[in-house]
């Protein structure tokens, strides 16, 4: 305290009183804020698929190449091409689908995936944005539901039943050695018919 006190006498008096002006100052100033927290974006809609299957355009496609924005943040143009058409387009088509940008849209789609598109026209615009997600990731799940909404279009496939040849050696010997045998029981039993032929001829 005193080697304070000594410092301070040999300060001038309009040096000491701007010294003590600055340090009320700093004393006096408020902390400094502390940032605002990011507010997480209200919780997205769930995906109804009853409500989705009412857009005019329905259909499951494969994206064929990468999204092209127009501006930063801007519509997203896909290039898809539908692999199995449900309602307002023809199957084989090839499209551009755009994705417009929000919290409830998905962010990108990848190529050579298939996703199903639940879209509408406006002017020369297919656009799959919408208040709830306009485009869904193909799942079997989806798949079940889908096939519930459009039972004639989707279809379980019909299991194809064929024969062949046996590839094995052991398989083929097996056929040829039977393949001559039933000749002969062929050949037996037509004998036998003529024998009971002509057995009844004699003893008429």
Do not use: H
């Not at 040096?15 to 940032?35: E, K, R």
């Amino acid at each position: 305290m005193t080697g304070l006190i000594f410092a301070m006498r040999r300060v001038p008096p309009f040096l000491l009183a701007v010294a003590m002006v600055a340090l009320a100052i700093v004393t006096m100033s408020p902390a400094p804020a502390t940032a605002e927290p990011v507010t997480a974006p209200a919780k997205c809609p769930a995906f109804v698929l009853s409500d989705a299957v009412k857009e005019p355009m329905v259909f499951l496609a494969r994206v064929t190449g990468p999204g092209k924005a127009s501006k930063k943040d801007g519509p997203v143009v896909y290039p898809v091409t539908v692999v199995k058409a449900l309602k307002g387009v023809a199957g084989g088509s090839k499209l551009q689908v755009t994705l417009n940008p929000g919290v409830c849209q998905l962010k990108s789609l990848s190529a050579t995936e298939d996703y199903y598109f639940f879209v509408q026209k406006k002017g020369d615009t297919i656009l799959a944005a919408g208040t709830l997600p306009r485009v869904e990731e193909y799942t079997d799940k989806l798949q079940a539901e889908i096939a519930k909404e459009f039972p004639e279009a989707i279809a379980p496939a019909p299991q194809q039943v064929s024969f062949s040849e046996p590839a094995s050696p052991e398989g083929q010997k097996l056929v040829k050695v039977a393949a001559p045998g039933v000749v002969l029981v062929g050949v037996g039993l037509l004998g036998l018919i003529i024998v009971m032929i002509l057995g009844r001829r004699r003893s008429a």
